[in-house]
């Protein structure tokens, strides 16, 4: 009786650490005025306006849709707006994106049309906080350069913007050098998509929210249900943000649950 009662004193302890300090959001809550609110999945694009385009964004602006978009570095550290890490599936060039400069990088077509690669500056003077925007930092490793040169850009715009990152070290990084910025964690389970070890557990139970601490929950469609996020959004009241939503029904069912729909038409 006494070895079942220290089990379950420590499972109950184990389980008040695991929701109190690993996967509680930041407790001071940022500026999100504005910001909660649907976004474009990587702009408004189609099967002739390719994706993360200066044409996708101009037509999430004209119709004034909230921007998701997402930056990783150029070999000599320009901040370019592009979702993959390797050019294969969006151009006719193979290989990674980071091994091309930025001058190189403006040469490679998207998708056999007139539009090109951009740069997080060339969207955020198109944008020129006409909508809001939500940027994705790309990154699957220790590597946190991409941190620095992205607050570079955006400390002198005057638009509405948050951030988020499957990565918590990169969303630490930043809090460095943008602290009040609109910070989430974008959430997936990590071992039902890419195979079981130990980080992809502690990715999949939202453990490493104790590095990133974020303002918000972005998570996958599929485990809107799952612990992690029942913890973070209904017991710790942390916005929701939910991708990707590509249909009238999915966008409905969203907002039934307020739900801030990452989507696509």
């Known amino acids: 009786m006494e070895i079942l009662l220290y089990i379950l004193t420590t499972i109950a302890v184990l389980f008040l650490l695991y929701v109190l300090v690993l996967v509680r959001p930041r407790k001071r809550k940022a500026d999100k005025t504005g910001l909660i609110t649907d976004y474009a999945h990587r702009g408004l694009h189609s099967e002739t ?3 993360n385009s200066l044409k996708a964004f101009q037509n999430a602006v ?3 849709y909230g921007i998701e978009l997402d930056v990783q570095l150029s070999k000599d550290g320009e901040v370019m707006v592009f979702h993959d890490y390797t050019l294969d599936r969006m151009t006719e060039r193979k290989g990674k994106l980071c091994d091309l400069t930025a001058s190189e990088l403006k040469t490679v077509s998207l998708k056999n049309t007139d539009q090109t690669i951009p740069t997080l500056s060339e969207v955020l003077t198109l944008v020129d906080g006409k909508i809001p925007i939500l940027i994705e930092l790309k990154g699957e490793d220790f590597d946190t350069r991409l941190c620095e040169n992205v607050a570079d850009r955006l400390k002198g715009y005057n638009g509405k913007y948050c951030i988020e990152s499957f990565n918590p070290l990169l969303i630490k990084k930043m809090k460095e050098f943008l602290p ?3 910070y989430g964690q974008l959430y997936t389970n990590v071992c039902r998509e890419y195979g079981v070890n ?6 999949t139970c939202m453990a490493l929210n104790v590095i990133s601490r974020p303002d918000f929950i972005a998570y996958n469609k599929l485990d809107r249900s799952s612990l992690p996020v029942k913890i973070t ?6 916005p929701r943000f939910v991708w990707t939503v590509k249909t009238p029904e999915e966008h409905e069912i969203a907002h039934s649950l307020n739900e801030n729909a990452i989507f696509e038409k």
């Open 180 to 182: 009040k910025v609109f």
């Open 233 to 238: 959004t209904c017991l710790f009241k942390a």
């Open 198 to 203: 130990l980080l992809n557990l502690l990715l």
């Open 49 to 51: 306006v390719p994706e």
């Open 62 to 64: 004209d119709n004034g």
